[in-house]
């Protein structure tokens, strides 16, 4: 028996990829199956810097492991976002502190966090070799979430792809005038519907603006006499933003945990406004922060925390304020956690119904 049968008896991930590359490829290819066994970071960067030359546009790199192995489904769900956290941030070492963190919490069932990591920290190698690249999140599921899955005893699946950055100076998200305030009527629409009747109003998307067909990251803000009284949001563009405009105001109106929720009575005196988000990006230095332009998000392994752009401005606060009061009152890291967390930026449309 010759070494490559030895390496691939027990091996079976290429049986599984190879029906998906027929039926999108269609035209012939020639396939290089490689087996990343070990514990060795050298060994994945040795073998990185062999494969890196062929990362390009004429060859395709499948990377093929299973994430969490055997703990509950809840648990399962927790453990592979924060995994698939780790890969997005493109950092190899960001991805094997995760992982080791991962692994030492004990979490009951888990035997492992990503059975085949040594694989998917060999093409974190190449990838850091290529700034112009990003992972993007595809899709998650566990074996639970099958019709017949133990849901005691899961193991689970995650699809992430590594993607072209956008250009710069590509064309931003806007929104008109109309698509404004029809952002801002649904918002109190909905928020007065829920209060009333517990029932998310359905909208017709044909008499919507175009842009709000699209998905993007929103926060809503909610202040009552000046005074803030919800404010929630989410960064993943999952749904359409009207879609996430309706669950964060809902969220922000009965679920934000600072406040008691908003009673019907006080409607009338609510003000909203809506901050639709531009994608994160990581920053590797705090200069690259311009106050009143950026919010910010600090990360932390499981700790994290966020402020709006407009907060430096109602605030007045100095750059190093903004980080210390962002990591301290949000993130929980304390006041300098900052200085050894991931930094992310974004840029917001912020408009209101003053």
């Not at 963190?101 to 966090?113: F, H, R, W, Y």
């Not at 990838?127 to 689970?156: A, F, M, T, W």
């Not at 590594?162 to 109190?188: C, H, P, T, W, Y």
């Not at 998310?200 to 998905?215: A, E, G, I, Q």
Request: net charge negative; hydrophobic share 35%.
């Amino acid at each position: 028996m010759n070494d490559e049968v030895i390496y691939h008896a027990r091996e079976h991930s290429i049986e599984v990829q190879l029906p998906f590359l027929q039926y999108w490829l269609k035209n012939p290819f020639t396939i290089v199956p490689i087996v990343v066994g070990g514990e060795s970071p050298e060994t994945s960067k040795q073998l990185a810097s062999a494969l890196e030359p062929f990362l390009n546009s004429d060859n395709l790199f499948v990377i093929s492991s299973d994430f969490s192995h055997y703990p509950g489904y809840s648990d399962s769900n927790i453990s592979d976002s924060i995994m698939a956290e780790a890969i997005v941030s493109s950092s190899s070492n960001t991805f094997l502190k995760v992982r080791q963190k991962c692994q030492e919490k004990n979490v009951p069932g888990l035997v492992t966090a990503m059975c085949g990591w040594s694989s998917v920290l060999t093409l974190l190698d190449i990838s850091e070799q290529h700034p112009g690249l990003c992972y993007q999140k595809i899709l998650h599921r566990n074996s639970g979430d099958s019709e017949y899955g133990d849901k005691n005893r899961v193991v689970g699946y995650y699809a992430l792809g590594l993607v072209q950055k956008k250009s710069e100076n590509s064309e931003k998200f806007v929104l008109s005038r109309e698509g404004k305030v029809q952002l801002l009527d649904i918002a109190r629409s909905t928020i007065s519907e829920y209060l009333k009747k517990e029932k998310v109003p359905r909208k017709d998307k044909t008499s919507l603006s175009p842009n709000l067909l699209v998905p993007a990251g929103a926060f809503v803000t909610l202040t009552e006499n000046g005074r803030l009284r919800g404010c929630i949001g989410c960064f993943e563009p999952t749904e359409p933003l009207y879609k996430i405009v309706q669950s964060m105001a809902i969220a922000s109106a009965t679920k934000d945990t600072r406040f008691e929720p908003v009673r019907p009575s006080e409607l009338n005196r609510l003000k909203i406004e809506i901050s639709v988000l531009t994608p994160m990006r990581r920053i590797k230095s705090v200069d690259e922060i311009e106050l009143g332009k950026h919010g910010i998000y600090i990360k932390e392994g499981n700790y994290g925390g966020t402020f709006l752009p407009q907060v430096a401005t109602d605030t007045g606060w100095s750059k190093e304020e903004f980080l210390g009061h962002c990591a301290q009152d949000k993130a929980f890291i304390g006041w300098n956690g900052w200085k050894d967390a991931e930094i992310y930026v974004y840029e917001a449309l912020v408009f209101s119904e003053k």
